[in-house]
C-alpha cells in the first residue's frame, strides 16, 4: 500500500465555513448599500404591508428591479440573462 495521501473531491469544512461567511458579508454589503440610497418615503415596489410575507411578492419585485436595472443601464437583449423555463 501507498502511504501517499488523497484530498477528497469535496471542500473541506473550513472551506465550506470560510466561503459562507464571505457570502454572508457580502450580501450584507449590499443590503446596507442599498438601505442607505433608500429614502424613507419610498415604498419598495411591489411590496405592501398585505403581501410583505407573500414569496411571491418578493420574487415579483426582485424580477421588476432586474428589469428595471437593464433598462437603465441599456444593456442590449442579447446581452441579458433568458428567462427561467416556466416563467411569464
Known sequence: ??????????PSLE???HWTWVTGRAQQMLMEFWA???TGDQPFPAI?????????????AGAEASAASAQAEQVPESRRRPAPAGSA
Not at 500500500?1 to 469535496?10: G, V
Open 36 to 38: 442607505q440610497g433608500a
Open 48 to 60: 405592501s404591508p398585505t403581501n410583505a410575507a407573500d414569496p411571491m411578492a418578493w420574487m415579483t
Open 15 to 17: 472551506d465550506w465555513q
Open 1 to 10: 500500500m501507498s502511504s501517499e495521501t488523497t484530498n477528497p473531491p469535496y
